[in-house]
């Protein structure tokens, strides 16, 4: 019987990508699939915390095993921002990613120190019982925007050993080298171990 966990969001970009870094042998539930509704608060100041906000509301509200992510483009130059706070850096309610995208090329505008990197920490719940799993890959913010696929700061993101933005290098190679990856990557091994 194939194992049974629900990731804790509505983002479909999200989904789609984790699905197809897991693969066959676990069933991924969204919350739409469980009739999870509600708009779950991401107050924490970390990634972490905001991680196990989302996983703690699903265990306790449905009683299911689950695990919740967050993301943040962390910015070596900006101390580190945008950070927990990237999906609504622009300011407003968030997910605006070209007005985010503009805020940062803005922000690094004649700054020579582009390093950067993407981080993600999954939360998990199974059994009560909480993990925390982290990916990063690091990189560099490019002078402008490049490429269309992808979503988020994808397309200012160049990884670390790469001539080509996640936006450009197309989905199969981008979740085989992404910080949701290798986050995921260390949930899979420990759900499978």
């Known amino acids: 019987m194939k194992r049974k966990l629900v990731f804790a969001t509505n983002n479909a970009h999200k989904l789609e990508e984790l699905r197809a870094i897991l693969g066959e042998g676990i069933e991924m539930l969204s919350l739409k699939d469980i009739g999870c509704e509600a708009d779950i608060p991401e107050t924490a100041a970390t990634l972490e915390g905001n991680a196990a906000l989302k996983a703690e509301y699903i265990y306790r509200h449905y009683g299911l095993d689950c695990f919740a992510d967050d993301t943040g483009l962390e910015v070596e130059a900006l ?9 609504r850096y622009a300011g407003g309610d968030g997910h605006d990613s070209e007005a985010n995208m503009r805020r940062l090329l803005r922000e690094l505008e004649g700054v020579e120190n582009r390093k950067a990197q993407f981080r993600t920490v999954i939360c998990l719940i199974e059994g009560g019982e ?11 913010i490019t002078e402008r925007k490049q ?6 700061y994808d ?12 936006a450009e290098m197309g989905s199969v190679e981008k979740n085989r080298i992404s910080h949701r990856a290798r986050a995921v990557q260390r949930l899979v091994e420990y759900l499978t171990r």
């Open 155 to 166: 397309p200012v993101f160049r990884p670390e050993g790469y001539d080509e933005t996640f």
């Open 147 to 152: 490429g269309t696929s992808g979503f988020g």
């Open 130 to 140: 909480e993990r925390l799993f982290e990916g990063i890959v690091r990189g560099s």
């Open 79 to 87: 101390g580190g921002a945008p950070g927990v706070y990237s999906a």
